[in-house]
């Protein structure tokens, strides 16, 4: 038997790696950096875990969530690995046993919080540790909280750039679960990652079953349906605290036992509620997207969203914590146009508040909301678009994929009708009145239509398909493209299923 596979089984009682492992092992063994990006339960920490056993030395992994880092730490206890993590909540006498593993190199595994490496202490560890030939490898955990285009950005994150110089000739191993690639090129440079082996695995997951439809006024008929047909755990996402109470609320009178989990909760709820999803038999969870990552509960056979996710990344991280087990799981959204109108008014008002105490919104808060309405409008587009879920979703990963043939998309019958006629109707009037936003618009198109018609959705669909510019402030406001202003020309067939 080979080395990593004996190292393997005796640490971890496993026979086999997962497709990606035993490269980024090698090469971290063998000095170089990397970027892995393999998906949600593809098993990325065995990954910085196994070099550190193989050479019986140190490897400092940086983690964006305390909760994270925690229960990394306790099930690498369990197996009997010397692990330990560095945040605040930990205490001096922790810290000083911690201090003693390290100055007798009996540690294999240091999880530090990112702000750890603006003090002084962590940093000459560190550089003491590498001069010294100590430190096997340095993982950077949830990379894309680098990167301002991803779906969790972290400024803590963006002085990381700093471990290549504090650590020199030490490889660094950059871990995510999706990354576009122009995620992936920031990972790249902030990180100063050199000659890097890139390791992209497939963010496909073939026992996934996307759905997403309309949100009907009243969700529960839906969530109950959903619920009589899913097996083990349920992750439930909602959008506000308040919503997450509400619907708790409302599962529980119907004899479910829903739990709650949002950052408003005292910190010894939330453990409690973490607790509880992962050790009861079936649990129900609702909870806001604070909760969530690094949730390792194989069973998850529904994640159901109640809003519009805010990015088809973080939606495909989301929906990820389904079926880690390989066996079939459901994901759900139910959305509303009104999400994303709703989302833009939000944003807006942190920009105005922002503007109302520095008299001047910073270029970077006006970007920031542009791009989270831009990020929006990706996310409705899979949502509302024709194609394959699975396709739409990995496409916006980078990903070029065949349709799933298992989500809503694929089953159904998918009856197009040509919607050109109503398409000029409704570009006539934008022309008429240039910057109309979508509310007037379909207020004016019933006027003259008389119909109640599905005019909001149209012009969603004629944003996509690019006949329209649609404003990024969150306001929504429309004006014609020149191909808008070509269709009204020469119409040619727009073929949608309603
Ligand atoms: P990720 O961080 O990529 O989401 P984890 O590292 O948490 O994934 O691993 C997901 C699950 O897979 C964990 O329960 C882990 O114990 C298990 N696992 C990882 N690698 C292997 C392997 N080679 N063989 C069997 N199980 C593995
Ligand atoms: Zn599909």
Same mark, same amino acid.
């Given at each position: 038997?080979?080395?990593?596979?004996?190292?393997?089984?005796?640490?971890?009682?496993?026979?086999?790696?997962?497709?990606?492992?035993?490269?980024?092992?090698?090469?971290?063994?063998?000095?170089?950096?990397?970027?892995?990006?393999?998906?949600?339960?593809?098993?990325?920490?065995?990954?910085?875990?196994?070099?550190?056993?193989?050479?019986?030395?140190?490897?400092?992994?940086?983690?964006?969530?305390?909760?994270?880092?925690?229960?990394?730490?306790?099930?690498?206890?369990?197996?009997?690995?010397?692990?330990?993590?560095?945040?605040?909540?930990?205490?001096?006498?922790?810290?000083?046993?911690?201090?003693?593993?390290?100055?007798?190199?009996?540690?294999?595994?240091?999880?530090?919080?990112?702000?750890?490496?603006?003090?002084?202490?962590?940093?000459?560890?560190?550089?003491?540790?590498?001069?010294?030939?100590?430190?096997?490898?340095?993982?950077?955990?949830?990379?894309?909280?680098?990167?301002?285009?991803?779906?969790?950005?972290?400024?803590?994150?963006?002085?990381?750039?700093?471990?290549?110089?504090?650590?020199?000739?030490?490889? $660094? &191993? =950059?871990?995510? *679960?999706?990354?576009?690639?122009?995620? @992936?090129? %920031?990972?790249?440079?902030? #990180?100063? /990652?050199?000659?890097?082996?890139?390791?992209?695995?497939?963010?496909?997951?073939?026992?996934?079953?996307?759905?997403?439809?309309?949100?009907?006024?009243?969700?529960?008929?839906?969530?109950?349906?959903?619920?009589?047909?899913?097996?083990?755990?349920?992750?439930?996402?909602?959008?506000?605290?308040?919503?997450?109470?509400?619907?708790?609320?409302?599962?529980?009178?119907?004899?479910?036992?829903?739990?709650?989990?949002?950052?408003?909760?005292?910190?010894?709820?939330?453990?409690?509620?973490?607790?509880?999803?992962?050790?009861?038999?079936?649990?129900? $969870? &609702? =909870?806001?997207? *604070?909760?969530?990552?690094?949730?390792? @509960?194989? %069973?998850?056979?529904?994640? #159901?969203? /109640?809003?519009?996710?805010?990015?088809?990344?973080?939606?495909?991280?989301?929906?990820?914590?389904?079926?880690?087990?390989?066996?079939?799981?459901?994901?759900?959204?139910?959305?509303?146009?009104?999400?994303?109108?709703?989302?833009?008014?939000?944003?807006?008002?942190?920009?105005?508040?922002?503007?109302?105490?520095?008299?001047?919104?910073?270029?970077?808060?006006?970007?920031?909301?542009?791009?989270?309405?831009?990020?929006?409008?990706?996310?409705?587009?899979?949502?509302?678009?024709?194609?394959?879920?699975?396709?739409?979703?990995?496409?916006?990963?980078?990903?070029?994929?065949?349709?799933?043939?298992?989500?809503?998309?694929?089953?159904?019958?998918?009856?197009?009708?040509?919607?050109?006629?109503?398409?000029?109707?409704?570009?006539?009037?934008?022309?008429?009145?240039?910057?109309?936003?979508?509310?007037?618009?379909?207020?004016?198109?019933?006027?003259?239509?008389?119909?109640?018609?599905?005019?909001?959705?149209?012009?969603?669909?004629?944003?996509?398909?690019?006949?329209?510019?649609?404003?990024?402030?969150?306001?929504?406001?429309?004006?014609?493209?020149?191909?808008?202003?070509?269709?009204?020309?020469?119409?040619?067939?727009?073929?949608?299923?309603?």
């Amino acid at each position: 038997m080979d080395l990593l596979l004996e190292a393997l089984h005796r640490y971890y009682g496993w026979d086999s790696f997962r497709s990606g492992q035993r490269p980024v092992i090698e090469a971290l063994l063998s000095g170089r950096d990397c970027l892995a990006v393999l998906p949600t339960g593809g098993g990325k920490s065995l990954c910085f875990q196994l070099p550190a056993l193989v050479r019986q030395g140190l490897v400092v992994v940086i983690s964006p969530l305390v909760a994270l880092m925690d229960d990394q730490v306790l099930q690498l206890q369990r197996r009997g690995i010397a692990a330990a993590c560095l945040h605040r909540g930990i205490q001096p006498e922790q810290r000083r046993l911690i201090q003693t593993q390290l100055s007798a190199g009996s540690l294999r595994l240091l999880y530090l919080a990112p702000e750890r490496l603006q003090g002084e202490a962590a940093r000459d560890m560190l550089s003491a540790h590498a001069r010294e030939g100590r430190l096997v490898a340095l993982a950077v955990d949830e990379a894309h909280c680098i990167s301002a285009w991803g779906h969790d950005f972290r400024p803590d994150y963006r002085r990381l750039g700093q471990l290549r110089a504090l650590c020199p000739g030490v490889p $660094l &191993v =950059a871990l995510s *679960a999706t990354a576009a690639p122009r995620v @992936r090129a %920031d990972i790249l440079r902030l #990180l100063g /990652l050199c000659k890097p082996l890139i390791q992209v695995s497939s963010a496909q997951r073939s026992n996934l079953h996307y759905t997403m439809r309309r949100r009907p006024s009243d969700p529960l008929p839906d969530v109950l349906e959903a619920l009589k047909h899913s097996r083990g755990a349920t992750l439930i996402y909602a959008r506000t605290r308040r919503s997450v109470e509400l619907l708790a609320e409302r599962l529980q009178s119907q004899g479910i036992q829903a739990i709650t989990y949002h950052a408003g909760l005292e910190v010894e709820r939330r453990e409690e509620a973490l607790k509880h999803f992962l050790e009861a038999d079936a649990p129900v $969870l &609702v =909870a806001t997207v *604070a909760f969530g990552m690094g949730v390792d @509960r194989p %069973d998850v056979g529904l994640v #159901l969203h /109640l809003d519009l996710p805010a990015t088809p990344e973080g939606y495909l991280q989301e929906s990820g914590r389904a079926g880690r087990d390989g066996r079939p799981a459901h994901c759900l959204v139910l959305f509303s146009p009104g999400d994303r109108t709703s989302l833009g008014w939000a944003m807006q008002s942190t920009l105005r508040r922002a503007a109302e105490s520095k008299a001047k919104a910073s270029d970077d808060d006006v970007w920031r909301v542009e791009f989270s309405q831009q990020q929006l409008r990706r996310m409705e587009a899979v949502a509302e678009g024709e194609i394959c879920r699975e396709q739409a979703l990995l496409l916006s990963v980078g990903e070029l994929t065949s349709p799933c043939g298992r989500c809503d998309r694929c089953l159904a019958d998918g009856r197009a009708k040509d919607w050109s006629d109503r398409a000029q109707e409704l570009l006539e009037v934008i022309d008429a009145g240039q910057g109309v936003d979508i509310r007037s618009l379909t207020e004016r198109l019933r006027e003259i239509d008389g119909s109640e018609g599905s005019w909001g959705w149209l012009a969603r669909r004629l944003v996509q398909e690019e006949l329209i510019r649609e404003s990024n402030d969150g306001a929504q406001r429309l004006s014609l493209r020149d191909s808008g202003r070509q269709f009204l020309h020469a119409p040619w067939p727009l073929h949608y299923a309603a």
